[in-house]
């Protein structure tokens, strides 16, 4: 189970959840969940949701007391490299499960949700965050490695990078080759000498020729890191990061001097 959201600095944010869970025959588990009670100045969006197509695997989503408001067949969506758009909003708590009716037992069942956390609305629409170029946009850098690490070892995706005076730096593409090993490796994200530790899963993430979208800005440095714990070799990862100026509502929002 992962709680959402984890570490929110910089309102507007949106993060990915990318996992595998075992789920036996007429069984649920939990993948995220969102509560207000711990962050209750957020308000949540689920805005794109991906799983392994398989028939009869439900994908239950609750919200606010809607319970299984989602009801979704894994067998007739898209396949995992395509996460579908949604726009779910939560104010007090939602849940995300895996009910398998396939009539086994399954193993390492891969799911990949985003989350937008942002202040309340009314209307509960989210913000347009994907359109940089229409934006305040300085740069936009591109990283395409391929990363050898070791065994329980982690290492760093392109270099740091140090966020320019009055400026701020938003990871917003990411893509890497799916594994084949369940959790291994993890992609990591360092915001401000801060880890989120999102650990997304590449197990669980679309193949290199598509990109998941993502929002996570940072006011002092941001780096990528590949952690593994049985060691990979020559391991393809990409992100774009876009620069922006520092608007002077954000560093009111954010508390920025």
Not at 48 to 73: E, I, K, P, Q, V
Not at 154 to 179: H, M, N, Y
Request: charged share 25%.
């Amino acid at each position: 189970m992962v709680l959402i959201p984890r570490k929110i600095s910089f309102p507007p944010e949106e993060l990915i959840v990318a996992t595998n869970v075992t789920v036996p025959v007429d069984t649920s588990r939990n993948v995220a969940v969102f509560r207000a009670p711990d962050f209750g100045q957020y308000a949540c969006w689920l805005r794109r949701l991906a799983a392994a197509r398989l028939n009869d695997m439900m994908l239950w989503f609750s919200s606010d007391g809607r319970t299984n408001y989602l009801a979704l067949n894994a067998g007739a969506r898209l396949n995992l490299d395509i996460s579908q758009e949604l726009s779910v909003y939560c104010r007090t708590l939602f849940s995300l499960d895996a009910f398998n009716k396939t009539g086994a037992s399954v193993s390492n069942y891969q799911i990949r949700s985003s989350y937008l956390v942002d202040f309340p609305k009314e209307p509960f629409r989210p913000p347009t965050l994907f359109k940089p170029l229409e934006q305040n946009i300085m740069d936009i850098i591109e990283v395409a490695e391929r990363v050898t690490v070791a065994a329980g070892g982690e290492e760093r995706v392109g270099a740091s990078i140090t966020v320019p005076t009055d400026q701020k730096a938003v990871l917003f593409e990411l893509a890497c080759e799916r594994s084949t090993t369940p959790g291994d490796p993890i992609i990591d994200i360092t915001r401000d000498g801060e880890a989120l530790r999102l650990d997304l899963d590449c197990y669980a993430m679309p193949d290199l020729e598509y990109s998941e979208k993502l929002w996570i800005p940072a006011i002092d440095t941001l780096e990528t890191k590949l952690r593994s714990s049985g060691g990979k070799t020559n391991y393809r990862v990409r992100y774009k990061v876009g620069l922006f100026e520092l608007l002077p509502e954000e560093k009111a929002l954010w508390k920025v001097e």
